[in-house]
């Protein structure tokens, strides 16, 4: 069984919240902290580890970070931009070359293909 599930516009956040509760973050399901243990008392063991992190975009970074970004920053092999609504074939493509590296065959998951990426990306 996986669970818990949601239904209707939350659909797809499924899990238990089992530390850090605090004010869900985007597409990230909220349970009470006694969920867990009734879960296990009643036999449920976790399948999948998941960690969800979130930045307050109100304080400053940290030095840890801004020392990653300007080691990433100085290397020509990395970049980053917003997407080009007039590219979408390109963004499409290393899209899936990052999604499928990272995550096909991950828990199950399957691989993109080019023209899935591009009908979420016109959507």
Not at 70 to 95: C, G, M, Q, T, V
Not at 110 to 116: I, P, R, S, T, V
């Amino acid at each position: 069984m996986d669970g818990p599930i949601n239904f209707g516009e939350r659909d797809r956040w499924w899990g238990l919240i089992v530390e850090g509760f605090q004010s869900p973050l985007y597409c990230m399901n909220y349970a009470q902290p006694y969920y867990k243990d009734l879960f296990e008392k009643y036999g449920f063991k976790e399948f999948y580890g998941q960690s969800c992190y979130g930045l307050d975009p109100r304080k400053e970074l940290s030095e840890k970070i801004l020392e990653r970004h300007a080691k990433l920053a100085a290397d020509p092999n990395f970049s980053s931009s917003y997407i080009d609504k007039n590219r979408l074939e390109k963004f499409a493509e290393d899209f899936v070359t990052v999604y499928n590296k990272a995550w096909a065959g991950h828990g199950g998951l399957k691989e993109l293909k080019k023209d899935q990426v591009l009908l979420m990306f016109k959507k």
